[in-house]
Each structure stands twice: as C-alpha cells, then as structure tokens.
C-alpha cells in the first residue's frame, strides 16, 4: 500500500506545483509581480512555521550552519528565484514557463559538478546540459523580432532563477544542519517572504493589500497553502521515501500539468515550439542521468 502512496502523493505533488504557474498567471491581473511572490510567501511562511512550532521539539535554527541554510535556501531558492519568476511570467505562459522551470534538476547537476564535484557529468552528461538548454531556447520561440522582448525576456528571466535554485540546492549541500527539513522550510520561507518585500519597495512597486476579489484570493491561498507549504511537505516526505533521482521525476510531469491546465483554464497557446523544446529538454535529462535511469529500469520486476 505504501508503494501506491507514494504514487498518489507523487501526482499530487506535479498537480500542485503544475498548478502554481496557472495561479501566478491569473494574479499577476491584480499584484505587481514581486510583491505577489512576496505575498505567497507570507502565506505559506505563515502556514508551514505553525506547524513546525505545533509538532516539534527543536523547531528553531541554533547553529551557524542553520542560518548558512536559511540563506542558501531562503535568498538564492526562495527570493532571487520567485522573483525572477514572477516577473518572468509575466512575458510568458504557463507552460513556457514551467518548461523553463524543468532545467532545476539539470542546472542543480552542473553547479554541483563545477562546485562539490560530481559522476553525472561526463562528456555525455554535458552534452545534456547542453541539449537542455537548447530545448529552453526553442520554447523561447527563436524569433528575430522576440530576441529584445517578449516571450525570450519571461524565458531568460526564469532561466536566471533557475541558476539560482541550483546555485542554492548545492549550497544547502556543504552545511550541517540540527534541524529538519521541513523547519528549514519554514524559516526560509519566512527569510526569503522579507528579502521579496525588500526587494518590491527598493524597485519602486506600488504597495497594496491583497486584492478582496474572489479570483485573486483563490489563487493567492492555492499558491501559499497549497502549492508551497503542502506541497513542500509531501517533497520532503518523497524525498525521503524515494531517493533524489526518483523524487526530480516530478520536474517533468509538472510542466504536462501547468501546459494543460493553461491552454484549458485560461486558454493559452501551445506552439509546436514549446513541445520540441520540452522533448529537447527531457532528452538532455536522459542523457545526464542515464545512469539512473538504467539502474531504476533494472530494478523493475514483471511478472514471470
């Protein structure tokens, strides 16, 4: 029974995470974008802190190694990425974007071999790094007339978040920590909420309470409750159950979700472009983690 947990949560996991890049899609008609990633992060800092100081017994940060993890996690993962993110959407679609967003575990393996060292890349593996960001200059749509604005902006712009999510996965790596996962979560979450809103009063964002409208709220609470501090829980929980090979799968289900539920909900495109350059992107991830794969395929037992 276990084994079809951990299926369901997997899929709720890509749902919940697909389903983000909709709701920043729709809130951004209401939020300039740094102040709404600010805003999500309150929400879910708000949620996940509760919960870490209601459930257990060591719930703040003690050592210096604790604080070095809040800053990898909370101002490389949670803050220069989201930013990025958010005004990076604002160029693009959902789909585009969470097909940009797939390059995490690629980015966090290169930036892991150049810094702490690592197997996965070889020569093979490089040119899946390469091909993979090939695949995210095809879904950038290369048109002459995108390369100064545009969809190729959005594109670039969560590229450079992404960088900053592997840049802040690695790091998290080289420091000790006396606390779980889930409370380095939370108080990077909470880090990360204060150095966005920084951030949205130094560029000069008009200010303002969260929009009353029903459609903004909706999307507000399901990017801070439910695909932050639920889904950030059920990443650990997998985590810990399935491995890191297993668990990054889920990078590539997600964009299928974000695509779909985009060209459904708020009737965005999907150019023969973006799907060859997710192809292009999950040829790269094969390359690079073939090795993996290969063991993952030889642990497979059919019947007879």
Do not use: C
Not at 71 to 96: D, E, K, W
Not at 285 to 292: D, P, Q
């Amino acid at each position: 029974m276990s084994r079809y947990r951990d299926v369901a949560l997997f899929f709720a996991l890509a749902l919940l995470w697909g389903g983000s890049f909709v709701a920043i899609e729709v809130g951004l008609d209401y939020y300039p974008p740094v102040l709404y990633a600010a805003y999500r992060f309150d929400v879910a800092a708000l949620a996940l802190i509760s919960y870490v100081l209601l459930t257990q017994d060591s719930p703040f940060p003690r050592t210096r190694g604790d604080l070095a993890a809040i800053g990898f996690s909370g101002g490389l993962s949670v803050a220069a990425n989201n930013s990025l993110l958010f005004v990076g959407q604002q160029y693009t679609t959902s789909g585009i974007a969470s097909i940009t967003y797939s390059l995490v575990p690629i980015a966090t393996a290169a930036v892991a071999a150049v810094w702490v060292g690592g197997s996965d890349l070889d020569a093979r593996g490089a040119v899946g790094v390469v091909l993979a960001f090939l695949g995210v200059g095809l879904v950038a749509q290369p048109d002459p007339a995108n390369l100064g604005g545009g969809v190729a902006v959005g594109v670039g712009l969560i590229a450079i978040g992404v960088i900053a999510v592997a840049v802040g996965s690695v790091g998290l790596r080289t420091v000790e920590t006396s606390f779980s996962s889930v409370a380095l979560t939370g108080w990077a979450m909470g880090f990360g909420a204060l150095a966005i809103h920084t951030l949205s009063l130094g560029i000069g964002e008009s200010q303002r309470l969260p929009a009353a409208a029903p459609r903004a709220l909706v999307a507000l609470a399901f990017l801070g409750l439910l695909s932050s501090a639920v889904a950030y829980t059920i990443y650990f929980t997998l985590l810990d159950r399935l491995g890191p090979f297993e668990i990054n799968l889920v990078s590539y289900v997600v964009p299928i979700v974000a695509t779909v539920a985009g060209a459904l909900l708020l009737a965005e495109p999907v150019t023969p472009f973006t799907v060859a350059g997710f192809a292009v992107i999950v040829l790269g991830f094969g390359l690079l983690k073939r090795h993996e794969i290969a063991d993952a395929a030889a642990e497979i037992r059919f019947p007879g």
